[in-house]
């Protein structure tokens, strides 16, 4: 695609690594300002009014995984995943598909 040399490589890395400084610095001096603060949560509920389709759609799609994370949670934190493993095959094969195991 792009032949670069090792030198042109190292001066775009040190660059972006320069502008990732440069913008920490100085969300660091505006995150405390009430008017940042304003901005922001403007910002947040404009996004979330304009997509609560979304929101919602994704809270349908996972609700088996959920359902199935929760259940192994509980299971989990009683010592018991191989009563969990026969009472809930299903979950667990939802789990498993998702690589939520590493067997």
Do not use: C, P, V
């Amino acid at each position: 695609m792009f032949d670069l040399t090792e030198e042109q490589i190292e001066n775009i890395l040190t660059r972006y690594k320069q502008q990732k400084e440069k913008d920490k610095a100085k969300y660091e001096q505006i995150k405390d300002s009430e008017e940042f603060k304003i901005k922001n949560r403007e910002k947040a509920k404009s996004w979330y009014e304009n997509n609560k389709d979304k929101r919602a759609q994704k809270y349908i799609d996972n609700k088996d995984l959920m359902s199935a994370k929760n259940t192994y949670y509980y299971y989990k934190k009683t010592n018991q995943i191989e009563k969990f493993k026969e009472k809930h095959s299903q979950k667990y094969d939802i789990l498993s598909m998702y690589g939520y195991f590493s067997d």
